[in-house]
């Protein structure tokens, strides 16, 4: 489900069956290396976008959580962890944090999320079916994550 | 001395501020109004036949295929990907199913629980659909997956607008 509210509104009534919040983590930089900031930023938006469309009946989109490219990473960590807080409050049971960006790589110890990180593959010049097929392969593995995670903890 | 049907000054100036005022609102409102009701005016473009594959490589085992169809959603226009999952059935008939669950709308996937390998599966809350697209009963959707419109032509399956059953 998406963060609109017509989304939210299904959201509400059938909580018990939405227990998994996507996060995508999406840098910012206006000053230096903007084009490998973007591609991250675009490529995970695509990423969150397609995983939420296959399995929009258990999962939130939320909107992305942003940071500057410059913020150093006890920061972004602190902030992060008061977003996964603030969802897990609201009844959220597993939190999956998308990013393209290998610094949270190393930080990955201090978060209660699933991190998923992913290289970003620049679309920009391929041919429509060829971008199809490499965005799709890419989330067949995501699902499996996601689907992954979900049996982990019910078997456990 | 003025007459009974003569105009004041005041009466005047009242008439023309409301003229005008009215004329200012009106102004403002109208494209207020079209652009809230615009979406209605031009009902939307209706959704074509698009493509999807050749009748040729259709078993009787379902396939994913995947295509893009333009949206008007609102304001928006996009292109949207739809999925269908296409097979032929005893009869040598096609089918084509939409993938989307009745429950709360994941894709389902064909023979992916090894605990039912003629069925469709849902990830998301273990829902079950039989070949056919029939709900299992006591899995969580309620009704069958829809169905696409569909015809054939020189050889290739077009896919229109999934219909409820
Ligand atoms: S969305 Fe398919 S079973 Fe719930």
Known sequence: MRWTESDIAIYEKEREYVDTAVL???????????????SMGEYISIISGELERQLKGRLLLMPAFTYLQTEN???????LKQVEEELYQGGIKHIITLSA?????????????????????????????????????????VLQFVTNTWQSNTNS | MAKKNEVTRRQFLNYSLTGVGGFMAAGMLMPMVRFAIDPLL???????????????????????????IDQVDGWYESE???????????????????PVCKHLGC??????NPAYPD????????????????????????APLDVYNKKVQDGKLYLGKPEPR
């Open chain 1, 24 to 38: 995508p983590l999406i840098p910012i930089s206006m000053t230096s290396s903007v084009k490998t900031t973007v």
């Open chain 2, 107 to 112: 894709t389902v996937d064909w023979s992916s």
């Open chain 2, 42 to 68: 031009k009902e939307g473009a209706k959704q074509d036949f698009v493509p999807v594959m050749d009748t040729s490589e259709i078993t009787n085992k379902p396939v994913r295929k995947e295509f893009k």
């Open chain 1, 73 to 79: 990473s006890e920061s972004r960590v602190e902030r």
């Open chain 2, 119 to 142: 069925q469709f599966f849902c990830p998301c809350h273990a829902g079950r659909y039989t070949k056919d697209g029939m709900n299992v009963p006591g899995t969580p959707p309620l």
């Open chain 1, 101 to 141: 960006d290998v610094e949270w790589k190393q930080s990955e110890a201090q978060l209660s999320s699933a991190l998923l990180w992913m290289p970003a593959i620049p679309l920009e010049h391929m041919d429509e079916q060829y971008k199809m097929e490499t965005v799709s392969a890419q989330v067949k593995q």
């Open chain 2, 80 to 98: 949207v990907t739809q999925s269908a999952w296409v097979y032929k059935d005893e009869k040598d008939e096609i089918v084509a199913l939409s």
